[in-house]
């Protein structure tokens, strides 16, 4: 019988979900592993909860995070730990693998143990293909976020443990918030440029039609290379996953890696000058334009009514 | 200071969709092979610390004869060896590919900066760097945008949520890179790349483990919408789209 783990921060909709798999997968014996901001607040326990309680965590701070964890798993880790793919699996999932010499997986969207094996459905090529893994006898997994149902926990005390708090990964450090501000997460139409728009100064033109539209402003991995955008506005595999009302993509080829981050969005908008570019197929409306050309036309057909 | 890239190379990340076809448990394609963007960051983050340090890097890739494109770029961009672990090209267990990375940087006498791109464009793994620290018992710096020699460490900038954060950090340590503004791959000179086509790239051995990760199937994902074109002059054209947002935003463009 394998047994299986889920390492989560807080609780909110990731964690939940993790939490719910690891006892679909585990059962009553399914072990939860909680790290919480201090002070400790409510969270959902599922099993035999073990807790660190660390404080000032805002920005998750890695090397914090990785030893709160190693605390939390002890010397004997479960065959299969689960954390949710995100933040907390960027900053130490791998590693935690890597230091209990365990292989490691992540946008993982299904999993399930057939014959005492682990199996695993994860994104592969950008987005491009899936591919199924025979994942052996233990790994640690980051499960992509929506790709569970979060049930209805038993709720139970966690055991908090004794924990002496490292310092942080950087010393001297210092957080500095984007200066763009854009809150791709929340906005409900986004605006997202692409290398077509061949300046610095077109990219900026977005900006008005993002106000116009009381949208937020977006890029692709080429606008942030060109330094037209910052990276936190970046939409994609290794960017942001958005879903909003509308997605306007202005400049943008279409790259699988692209599309992965905004394929939930539910009316695609697209404004290419080539009409084979690959985002056609992935919008509802295209439009085979020059940026540039159509933008005053644009603006006048907005404001006129 | 001394430091190691890996460099993978991989199928372009660009290439139209249906150039690439899944087929048996590979990708195949009429497609260049190409070092990663992210490994381009890794990259140019090693020559930065070569420069500023006085010191050296040197470049390791995993897999087959395909990995090159990436090691004669990091020849070219002046490292001072190039190492290919011997392996089948294609899928590799990643716990299997951080060891032997790991014994592949041992052999060439270790570094005080190993540089990762933050996820190749194939598997999209994206756990090989944490692999590697977590086995070599060293910290991890995540999503690193730009790094530079600080006395005997590196000060670096991280992707933090909604920003960045940044401090500095002692060496021997393993940095993933990511897309800043201080990681934009450097083109290397024309004059370069043909003598870096002339260098010899080591080749060590591969071990075959045989545990870890297989792939037991490996299909193409189907997602597209049915497209509406909007036709028509440019005028038409804003006209429609600006019909369009208003229907799928209310209360914009009220009409002035
Ligand atoms: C591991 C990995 C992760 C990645 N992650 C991401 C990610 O998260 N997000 C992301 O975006 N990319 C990502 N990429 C990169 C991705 O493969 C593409 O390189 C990138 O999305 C291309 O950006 P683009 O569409 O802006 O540029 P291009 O592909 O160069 O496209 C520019 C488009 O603009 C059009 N155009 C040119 N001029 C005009 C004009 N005047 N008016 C209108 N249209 C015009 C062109 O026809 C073209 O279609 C990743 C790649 C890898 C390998």
């Known amino acids: ?305 | 200071m001394r430091a190691i890239a890996f460099v993978k190379s991989i199928l372009d990340p660009e290439a139209p969709p249906g150039a690439i076809r899944f087929d048996a448990g590979k990708a195949l394609g009429d497609v260049p092979q190409v070092l990663g963007p992210y490994e381009g960051n890794a990259l140019e983050l090693a020559v930065q610390i070569a420069e500023a340090s006085q010191g050296e890097f040197r470049a390791v890739a995993l897999g087959g004869p395909e990995q090159e494109a990436g090691l004669r770029k990091a020849l070219a961009l002046g490292a001072a060896q190039a190492m290919r672990v011997d392996v089948p090209s294609g899928f590799h267990d990643p716990l299997d590919t951080a060891r032997q990375l790991k014994a592949a940087a041992d052999a060439l006498g270790g570094a005080d900066v190993y540089l990762f791109g933050r996820q190749a464009g194939d598997w999209d793994q994206g756990v090989t760097a944490g692999l590697f620290a977590g086995l070599a018992g060293l910290p991890l710096v995540p999503l690193v945008q730009a790094a530079e020699v600080a006395g005997a460490g590196l000060k670096v900038r991280r992707e933090i949520a909604g920003g960045y954060e940044e401090g500095e950090i002692a060496v021997p340590c393993v940095l993933s890179a990511s897309n800043g503004p201080g990681t934009l791959l450097r083109l290397p000179k024309v004059k370069d790349v043909m003598l870096a086509n002339r260098k010899p790239i080591e080749l060590r051995a591969g071990a075959q483990s045989g545990a870890g990760f297989r792939v037991s199937d490996l299909k193409a994902s189907v997602t597209s919408r049915a497209g509406r074109r909007i036709e028509g002059d440019l005028k038409a054209q804003a006209e429609g789209l600006a019909q369009e947002l208003r229907r799928a935003i209310p209360g914009i463009g009220g009409g002035a």
């Open chain 1, 1 to 305: 019988m394998m047994r299986v783990g889920a390492l989560v921060r807080g609780d909110d909709q990731s964690a939940l979900e993790v939490l719910s798999l690891a006892r679909a997968l585990g059962g009553d014996a399914a072990e939860t592993y909680l790290i919480l901001a201090a002070p400790a607040a409510q969270h959902a326990a599922a099993g035999a909860a073990r807790a660190v309680v660390l404080e000032g965590i805002a920005d998750a701070d890695p090397a914090q995070l990785l030893a709160a964890a190693q605390a939390l798993i002890g010397a004997a880790p479960p065959d299969v730990l689960l954390i949710p793919d995100g933040p907390l699996f960027e900053a130490v999932g791998a590693q935690l693998a890597g230091s209990i010499d365990r292989p490691a997986a992540r946008d993982v969207g299904s999993v399930a143990i057939e014959d005492g094996r682990l199996q695993i459905v994860k994104g592969a090529f950008g987005g491009k293909a899936e591919v199924t893994l025979d994942a052996g006898e233990g790994a640690v997994l980051g499960v992509r976020q929506g790709a569970h149902q979060a049930d209805e926990l038993p709720q139970a005390a966690p055991q908090v443990l004794e924990f002496a708090q490292p310092a942080p990964l950087l010393s001297g450090r210092r957080a500095v918030r984007d200066a763009s501000g854009e809150d791709l997460g929340r906005a409900k139409v986004i605006v997202s440029g692409g290398r077509g728009l061949g300046s610095a100064e077109a990219y900026r033109s977005l900006r008005e039609v993002a106000n116009l539209l009381g949208g937020a402003l977006g890029a692709s991995r080429a606008a942030v290379d060109e330094g037209w955008a910052s990276p936190s506005q970046q939409v994609g595999i290794t960017g942001q996953k958005v879903a909003p009302e509308v997605y306007l993509a202005i400049g943008i080829s279409g790259a699988s890696q692209h599309l992965s981050g905004m394929s939930g969005s539910k009316v695609v908008i697209a404004v290419n000058r080539d009409d084979k570019a690959p985002i056609f197929a992935a919008a509802d409306v295209g439009v085979v334009a020059d940026w540039q050309a159509l933008w005053p036309e644009l603006r006048r057909a907005l404001a006129g009514g």
